[in-house]
């Protein structure tokens, strides 16, 4: 249990950290929103991924020259398609707003990143037919349902405080958050493909916290490629943004935006660093509940760091109740997988 209860402390940390990346890049001021997830993303998708695996492998060219050129390019695929589920969450919280456009996409990465690896790998009739499978799946079902009341709190905060959601749209908000959730699943699809590179990072004696990093090269590689391409198609094209406008700023503005952009794109890397040590100490066979446990306390994380922010201040105790009672839900789905994962050792 020690190990399971480690998982799961690494997993919130990771969580947290995902949940509270974008508030130093909403501190940035003067620059268009590309060039400063642009910079951002320099540091979480290309910097210290490379940098990180670089440190660890005692022969970085060589470790990956010596992969299948399918495994390469296949997780690296899965990395793409991961950045297209990137591109297109902004999409889902202009016509669902943030709260609702977050829980539905949240929701639907979770259920296709968690079940989609261990269907394909045969191991379904573990889901349903072990008593650990079958809490695990309590355990998702759980978690959605936490996630939705989470996400109909948010909904309802958003109207309280704003009176409206400008470009609300349901039937086009819920497509989108759909394609969204499944795209995005593709960093959960990039772990299960990138597993021969984790095993050969184990079989190199690299602490098993930190073998799962150098698969982070590939996944990230390819999604900064599509987030790239689009931020500065965007800033090439689109009358209102300059690239050599935001550039053009005073050296302190430059400094400020480049330090609060990096620290995003720092504390972005930082979750999926601490999910490779939550995965570390989840049973082998109940590897599948990793993407379930950061999915669920991502939103979990997301609401304290709000209510941390006071950024529910002035909405009705009725609401605050649904959100509390959200998180006492999402609370309950981690102690069902947690006990899933008791119970399959």
């Not at 940098?51 to 020259?65: E, K, N, S, T, V």
């Amino acid at each position: 249990m020690t190990s399971i209860a480690a998982g799961i402390g690494w997993h919130i940390l990771g969580a947290g950290m995902a949940a509270s990346f974008y508030a130093p890049i909403e501190k940035v001021k003067k620059w268009s929103w590309e060039t400063t997830w642009a910079v951002a993303g320099l540091f979480s998708w290309v910097i210290l991924p490379i940098g990180i695996a670089l440190i660890l492998l005692p022969d970085f060219r060589g470790f990956y020259a010596a992969q299948p050129t399918g495994l390469l390019l296949k997780v690296a695929l899965f990395g793409a398609m991961w950045g297209v589920g990137n591109v297109s969450y902004g999409l889902t919280m202009r016509n669902l707003g943030m709260a609702l456009g977050i829980g539905v996409a949240i929701g639907v990465v979770l259920v296709v990143g968690t079940l989609e690896p261990p269907l394909r790998h045969g191991q379904a009739a573990m889901l349903f037919e072990t008593r650990s499978g079958l809490l695990t799946m309590a355990g998702i079902l759980v978690a959605l349902i936490g996630i939705a009341i989470v996400s109909w709190a948010g909904h309802k905060k958003e109207i309280q405080l704003k009176g409206h959601l400008e470009g609300f749209n349901v039937g086009r908000g819920l497509l989108l958050a759909i394609l969204c959730g499944i795209f995005s699943s593709g960093f959960a699809f990039g772990l299960d493909a990138g597993t021969p590179l984790r095993d050969e990072a184990l079989r190199l004696h690299i602490n098993p916290l930190l073998a799962r990093l150098p698969s982070y090269v590939l996944i990230m590689g390819g999604g900064a490629v599509v987030n790239f391409l689009y931020c500065f198609v965007r800033l090439a094209f689109k009358r209102s943004l300059s690239l050599r406008a935001d550039l053009a700023q005073p050296g302190r503005t430059l400094a400020v935006n480049g330090a609060l952009a990096a620290a995003g794109g720092i504390m972005w890397y930082l979750q999926f660093f601490f999910y490779a040590w939550g995965e570390a100490n989840i049973p082998v066979n109940m590897a599948y509940v990793n993407w379930m446990l950061h999915m669920s306390i991502y939103v979990l994380c997301g609401a304290i760091v709000g209510l941390s922010l006071h950024e529910w201040t002035g909405v009705r105790s009725g609401v605050l109740r649904m959100l509390w009672a959200g998180i006492v839900v999402i609370i309950a789905a981690a102690n069902l997988v947690g006990l899933g994962m008791a119970a399959a050792q």
